[in-house]
T-cell receptor
Framework: DAMVIQNPRYQVTQFGKPVTLSCSQT?????MYWYQQKSSQAPKLLFH???????NEADTPDNFQSRRPNTSFCFLDIRSPGLGDAAMYLC??????????FGPGTRLTVL | AQSVSQHNHHVILSEAASLELGCNYS??????LFWYVQYPGQHLQLLLK??????LVKGIKGFEAEFIKSKFSFNLRKPSVQWSDTAEYFC??????????FGGGTRLMVKP
């Protein structure tokens, strides 16, 4: 089945230790998104790629970076995770039809 | 900037009760409207969407929503809930740029 896959599902890192979360899609969608969702809150858009064009939300901290080496893969890099970065990170994709398809998320714990 | 308000943060219902979850948005232009559901431990799934046409939209699992443009509302309804409907429900809006803005979510608990 075509889908959005996120690895790992659970990630534990130490305060200040860089971490990378990955997302892949078999939908061949041209847009990929990264959201942060903290407990009992709505998903908050961090950034998105429209094809290779990177679009950062104005309030996304510099600590968060992203890479999209090809259509299928997108990575979220957190350079120096703080305790406040513990959250669920959601990847989503869409084509020009607007509807977004979400992956299962990666739950990040920062010790 | 667009915003979405979900007024009910927590809702508790008994099985077979009717459900209505409120969603209001603020945006002056053309919008696309969505309801997503997140079951415990699972990913966000689309329940239904409105782009244009009939303002009464039917989605999966017996859910429906009505777009009332004059009230900037897109309320979610289900005539008879089941225990399996226990989940968190998010209303979302996108504009021409296709960026989603989510409401704060409503956590629904259905008692068997």
């Amino acid at each position: 089945d075509a889908m959005v896959i996120q690895n790992p599902r659970y990630q534990v890192t130490q305060f200040g230790k860089p971490v990378t979360l990955s997302c892949s899609q078999t939908l061949n969608h041209n847009v990929m998104y990264w959201y942060q969702q903290k407990s009992s809150q709505a998903p908050k858009l961090l950034f998105h790629y429209y094809d290779k064009d990177f679009n950062n939300e104005a309030d996304t901290p510099d600590n968060f970076q992203s890479r999209r080496p090809n259509t299928s893969f997108c990575f979220l890099d957190i350079r120096s995770p703080g305790l406040g970065d513990a959250a669920m990170y959601l990847c989503a994709t869409s084509d020009r039809a607007v509807e977004q398809f979400f992956g299962p998320g990666t739950r990040l714990t920062v010790l | 900037a667009q915003s979405v308000s979900q007024h009910n943060h927590h809702v508790i219902l008994s099985e077979a009760a009717s459900l209505e979850l409120g969603c209001n948005y603020s945006y002056g232009g053309t919008v696309n409207l969505f309801w997503y559901v997140q079951y415990p431990g699972q990913h966000l799934q689309l329940l239904l969407k409105y782009f244009s046409g009939d303002p009464l939209v039917k989605g999966i699992k017996g859910f429906e929503a009505e777009f009332i443009k004059s009230k900037f509302s897109f309320n979610l309804r289900k005539p008879s809930v089941q225990w399996s409907d226990t989940a968190e429900y998010f209303c979302a809006v996108s504009n021409a740029g296709n960026m989603l803005t989510f409401g704060g979510g409503t956590r629904l608990m259905v008692k068997p």
